[in-house]
């Protein structure tokens, strides 16, 4: 007689058994799904692009370099309604240079207000993109229910802008405000936390030790923000034929200039020139449909979208494509150990796109674009490493910096053959600190007391929960201090300047891509198109002669099907009529306090307490 089972084992066999079940029943599904979409596209008429379309810009999205999720990823949070709101850089900027030679294309209608996010940078780029669409002789219209003065940049280079009656447009200025810690930390939680650095400027680390910003901090924040103020204000009002002192005026003076227009935002934007009419979106879509053609089945404007456009405009790489090509690898994000998954930068993840890079007899030469406040030094070491290889190689390496490109950034970037720069980047940050919080005054608080013995004074010197011996916080110092001459030393080697002359631009100093040309730490402004051109010329290829190419982490079968799906025009017809892909509101993002102090929290990787960072925290 068989011997019956206890009841916990027969509990946990049933709740794996309900588990494989469900997985099996979500993913036979998710296959129905798709299984179901491709039969319906095989039914379903090729999509075509009519003549005299508006294209429409409004991806209700951050522009960002790279995607944080995988084409899977994406695809299922978009069926499931919760949808990953990211649009790519290079993405916009195909779509808008395609359209201004596309005869189908009349216009652009532009929504700022729906760019949810992004640096100055990378949205200075795209309207440099609409500016090239300007250039070939057609029109660009911008509506929106209310801008920031960052979306407000995309606005000014429309030629009409219009704002709804209740809307508003807002100029602040630039700012960097963060909590500081102290007190709670010192003072209530009896937490002591030793900083190590070198560099009078190298500010990322102060909110843990201070109560406020140091004198230093503030000086150097201060000069790289009225730079990037500035140039920003400059650029609005060349665009809209006014002054960048009326502009600042008009940020300095705005109570009065609201009272002037009786509390109406939008009238006060009017009356400053920031808009040319107040128009709801009805009386926009009316105006547009005069303006071009009606689609009456759906009673607007004949237009198609970014993401529909994009699938007009097919892959970016074709299969079989032997050309020369000019290598993309993109590095976003913080730099950490390991690898990494997409849209963000790991010492053994970045370095291997590189390495497939250089090990690809059909890459030529390589953009490497950065868009990073830094992190890690080792990981960021070893990717520095990788650029030198490549040009040892013979493949030429050019860099192009994004939003950031400060402290890690900075390393990676500076051994390339030539360094572009957005005027706007956030640059520099040249130095090296390390953080080790202790907690043996909180432990004590609650009657908690260390004790026990080592075989060396070293052993156990290194416990949180012991007071950091002095001949410790010596050791890190020192290490902190090579890292800087190792830092210093390599950029004076890589820029062909001597290390005196560095120091006096390093020291964690922060500097605009303007003020880091001025300073030597990069060659030239520009865009990534123009990093990619001078690539190409430094391989000397012909513009016909090659194909720009982004070296990325390799998509599984599943993942290329799915992401196939998503750039296609006719499945995109084929998903909405299944149901999928509804709007959704963006996410919510984690709180300043919650960041600052997961990055306190954060283990060291290697041997020592204290993790050995080039970092920068520097965004505004």
């Known amino acids: 007689m068989t011997q019956k089972q206890p009841f916990l084992v027969r509990a946990a066999v049933g709740t794996w058994n309900a588990l494989n079940f469900t997985r ?15 039969a319906v596209a095989m039914l379903t008429p090729k999509p075509k692009l009519e003549e005299r379309s508006t294209l429409v810009l409004a991806p209700n999205a951050a522009v960002v370099e790279q995607f944080s999720a995988d ?61 090239r669409f300007k250039a070939a002789g057609k029109q660009i219209v911008a509506y929106a229910d209310g801008m920031e003065q960052r979306q407000y940049l995309l606005a000014s280079v429309a030629d009409e802008v219009w704002l709804h009656p209740e809307g508003a447009v807002v100029f602040e200025g630039l700012a960097r405000f963060r909590p500081f810690y102290r007190e709670a930390l010192q003072d209530k939680l009896l937490v002591d936390v030793h900083l190590f650095k070198v560099g009078e400027y190298k500010s990322a680390a102060e909110p843990y030790i201070l109560d406020g910003p140091s004198p230093e901090a503030q000086e150097a924040d201060l000069h790289w923000m ?41 009238q006060m934007a009017l009356d400053q020139g920031l808009v040319d009419a107040l128009k709801t979106e009805d009386e926009v879509r009316a105006e547009l449909i005069a303006r071009g053609v009606e689609d009456e089945e759906n009673h607007t404007f004949r237009q198609v979208n970014l993401d529909r456009y994009l699938g007009f405009l097919g892959p970016t790489e074709m299969p079989f494509d032997t050309r020369p090509a000019v290598a993309v690898v993109v590095a976003q994000g913080p730099i950490g150990s390991g690898s990494k998954p997409q849209g963000e930068i790991g010492g053994v993840s970045t370095s291997a796109l590189l390495r497939k890079a250089r090990e690809d007899e059909n890459v030529k030469s390589v953009v490497l674009r950065v868009d990073s406040p830094g992190g890690e030094v080792f990981p960021s070491e070893q990717i520095r490493r990788e650029v030198e290889l490549l040009k040892a190689a013979g493949k030429p390496v050019v860099v192009s910096m994004a939003n950031v490109a400060a402290s890690g950034g900075y390393w990676i970037s500076m051994n390339a053959d030539r360094i572009y720069a957005s005027p706007s980047t956030i640059t520099g940050s040249i130095g090296i600190f390390g953080l080790i919080p202790t907690f043996p005054r909180t432990l004590e608080m609650v009657g908690v007391r260390m004790g026990g013995v080592g075989t060396t004074p070293l052993a156990g010197a290194f416990d949180p929960r012991r007071p950091l011996d002095p001949k410790v916080g010596s050791l890190i110092q020192s290490v902190i201090e090579n890292g800087y001459r190792q830092f210093t030393g390599k950029v004076a080697d890589a820029r062909g300047q001597s290390v005196e002359a560095i120091d006096k631009v390093a020291r964690g100093r922060v500097w605009s891509g303007a003020q880091a ?19 190409a010329e430094r391989a000397e290829l012909k513009e016909t002669e090659y194909r720009v190419r982004y070296i990325e982490k390799e998509p599984t079968p599943f993942e290329k099907l799915m992401a196939d799906l998503g750039k296609n025009a006719t499945a995109a017809i084929v998903l909405a009529k299944l149901g999928l892909g509804a709007d959704v509101l963006p996410g919510q993002f984690l709180s300043q306090t919650a960041r600052d102090f997961a990055f306190l929290s954060t283990p060291s990787d290697g041997p020592l307490p204290a993790r050995v960072l080039a970092h920068c925290l520097c965004e505004p």
Request: hydrophobic share 50%; glycine share 8%.
């Open 226 to 266: 009225n730079d990037v103020w500035q140039r920003h204000l400059s650029e609005v009002a060349e665009a809209r034929g006014l002054q960048a002192a009326e502009l600042q005026a008009g940020v300095e003076n705005i109570d009065q200039l609201l009272a002037k227009a009786e509390g109406r935002l939008s």
């Open 24 to 38: 099996r029943a979500i993913l036979n599904g998710l296959l129905l799904i798709i299984l179901i979409a491709l």
């Open 517 to 535: 040309l001025e300073h030597g730490l990069v060659d030239e402004l520009g865009w990534l198109q123009d990093a990619i051109a001078d690539a």
């Open 71 to 131: 084409p899977s990823q994406r695809a299922l949070a978009k069926a499931l309604g919760d949808e990953i709101r990211e649009v790519q850089l290079r993405d916009l900027l195909r779509a808008i240079d395609a359209a201004a030679k596309d005869e189908r294309i009349e216009r652009i209608l532009i929504r700022p207000d729906r760019f949810t996010g992004g640096g100055i940078a990378s949205l200075r780029e795209v309207a440099e993109a609409l500016r």
